[in-house]
């Protein structure tokens, strides 16, 4: 996905095609390379990024569980998405192949390979808006919307897991208001990727089947409206956006509290306002069609809920800063990605704000504006907050640690480049430069430049992450089993944790009361060592963390609450 966008960035260095000097061809190449990049990112990372792969590792950790509710159902899952995956691969390869060999007659069958099996590649966009996708395109858009469609069953079965492992697999001591606030998010994404996620399937069925057999939903010139194909996307895709983004909350209140050694502020604030995110989040899908029709009173009433919604996103910023002031800060590379993706969450916030204003969305509908203000709340805040949770979980992961200078280098190198690349955006769309154009008048030229060279400082600053993360594997030094004192259950075992995770059911406690821990050394991490006035917690002697102090033989009961 990130190889397609460098793509488009060089394609765009010049008003005229560069990298095909055929113009046709050059649009042709373009409308391919922007609809996998999307596809390939929102469908393939940034939804499944942090609830399937931080999530899966974390929350039975974090639930003192040795797995999550139901492990095949989990491996179902991974099946479903490897195999959604697959269909955008063939999708990519028959492009390639048919610009390659598309004309080349086979033997034995005296046909080419477009007549075998047509049109290659993609070119709808990833949101396969009709009319384009049910008339006007012969690409591969029934492949691609059965791969979104498969993808849609794996989102659907995590949901339904983390559900269930929330209410089933809580141990001893762990209530509702005393689960770390990473749990809190992933419960309120599974609501959201249960009911939202089949309106998004039956309206990809409905695409195929419009396409396959010539059933009138969506095509106009068969009795359908192209527009109620809009209205079934966004009703799912506008809370797939907060299937992005809550999950990275999770991710950054944990990160915060843990680096500022301080109880996190307003933690049954954060808390509820996951659930306001994910209900709200239901409610605001017209705002992507300002411009498509409806009513006025329904786009007064979309841009009214749209306001709302940024009430508990607001509510958890300020609560974040308000953890950090007067805290114990210790700036280590976890706290630089969450530092860095609070400021882009703020950026691409306070933007929406201006797209959710009639007035002013009318004029920068389809602009660079909105291209710059998706990439800050999706790209820069998800993506920040997913390496924040790579680098944080690392050491429990594997064991190993990584180097935390070069780490942070890489990571700014990153930021550098994400906002070197996208922040000129939002001017190059107050002067009218629309999306999804392959040339453009030479005055946008500059600004198209700019961001070109900001896209290829991002991939560096990557390209460095994943040497740092790389390095730490085959190289680092052995973690300590608490590297950071954090006091939520997955640092109360070994790193890496043992096969089922704990020797022993953990009782639970306060995941955000950090008195107890003490650091010793880079090399040793933090120990458990109660105060002496906690005349109730024994302690061995010499300070070291009794392992049985904080945790009940399974056999002694305390399961859910």
């Not at 990024?49 to 139901?70: R, S």
Request: charge should be negative.
């Amino acid at each position: 996905g990130g190889l397609f966008a460098l793509l488009l960035r060089a394609e765009l260095w010049n008003p005229e095609p560069l990298l095909l000097t055929d113009r046709a061809e050059a649009w042709d190449f373009y409308n391919h390379m922007f609809t996998l990049h999307g596809a390939v990112m929102v469908f393939l990372f940034i939804i499944p990024a942090i609830p399937a792969i931080i999530g899966n590792f974390a929350l039975p950790l974090m639930l003192g569980a040795k797995d999550v509710a139901f492990p095949r159902l989990n491996l179902l899952s991974f099946y479903f998405w490897a195999l959604g995956g697959l269909f955008f691969v063939f999708v990519l390869l028959k492009g390639v192949l048919n610009a390659a060999f598309g004309d080349v007659v086979i033997p034995f069958l005296d046909m080419t390979l477009v007549d075998l099996w047509g049109h290659g590649g993609l070119d709808t966009g990833w949101t396969f808006y009709t009319p384009y996708s049910t008339d006007v395109s012969q690409s591969a858009v029934i492949e691609a919307t059965s791969g979104a469609f498969i993808l849609g069953f794996s989102s659907i079965l995590t949901g339904v897991n983390f559900i269930a492992s929330i209410h089933m697999l809580r141990p001893r001591g762990m209530t509702w208001f005393k689960m770390p606030l990473m749990l809190w998010a992933l419960y309120a994404t599974s609501i959201i990727q249960i009911l939202a996620t089949p309106v998004l399937g039956i309206t990809l069925l409905l695409l195929i089947a419009e396409r396959a057999l010539g059933v009138g939903i969506f095509d106009s010139e068969m009795g359908g409206d192209p527009v109620l194909f809009q209205h079934f996307f966004w009703f799912y895709s506008h809370p797939a956006v907060y299937i992005m983004v809550l999950p990275a909350m999770g991710v950054i209140s944990e990160v915060i509290s843990a680096f500022s050694r301080k109880h996190i502020f307003g933690y049954n604030f954060i808390a509820l306002s996951s659930l306001a995110i994910a209900f709200l989040g239901f409610l605001v899908w017209g705002h992507h069609m300002f411009v498509s029709g409806q009513s006025p009173m329904a786009s007064a009433i979309f841009s009214l809920l749209t306001f709302f919604v940024a009430v508990p996103s607001a509510i958890k910023t300020f609560n974040w800063v308000a953890t950090l002031y007067r805290g114990d800060i210790h700036i280590k590379t976890p706290l630089v990605c969450v530092l860095l993706a609070i400021f882009l969450f703020t950026i691409g916030g306070l933007t929406g704000l201006f797209l959710a204003a009639l007035s002013v969305d009318v004029h920068v509908h389809d602009t660079y504006f909105v291209v710059a203000h998706f990439h800050y709340v999706m790209m820069g805040t998800v993506l920040f907050a997913f390496i924040a949770a790579l680098y944080y979980y690392w050491p429990k992961m594997w064991g190993r640690m990584y180097n935390d200078k070069f780490a942070i280098i890489a990571v700014l190198v990153a930021f550098l480049g994400f906002n070197w690349a996208f922040f000129m955006q939002f001017a190059m769309g107050t002067q009218g430069m629309p999306r999804r154009y392959a040339t453009y008048p030479e005055q946008y030229q500059p600004y198209h430049q700019f961001s070109t060279v900001g896209a290829f400082v991002m991939g560096a600053g990557m390209t460095l992450v994943a040497i740092s993360l790389g390095h730490g594997l085959l190289a680092g030094r052995r973690a300590p089993g608490n590297p950071w004192g954090a006091n939520s259950l997955e640092w109360h075992t070994t790193s890496p944790p043992p096969t089922e995770n704990f020797e022993f059911t953990p009782i639970a406690d306060d995941p955000y009361d950090y008195r107890h821990w003490h650091h010793l050394s880079d090399e040793e991490g933090w120990v458990w060592r109660p105060d002496a006035e906690d005349a109730d917690v024994e302690t061995p002697a010499g300070g070291v963390p009794d392992p049985m102090a904080s945790v009940q033989r399974r056999d002694d009961g305390g399961g859910g609450g």
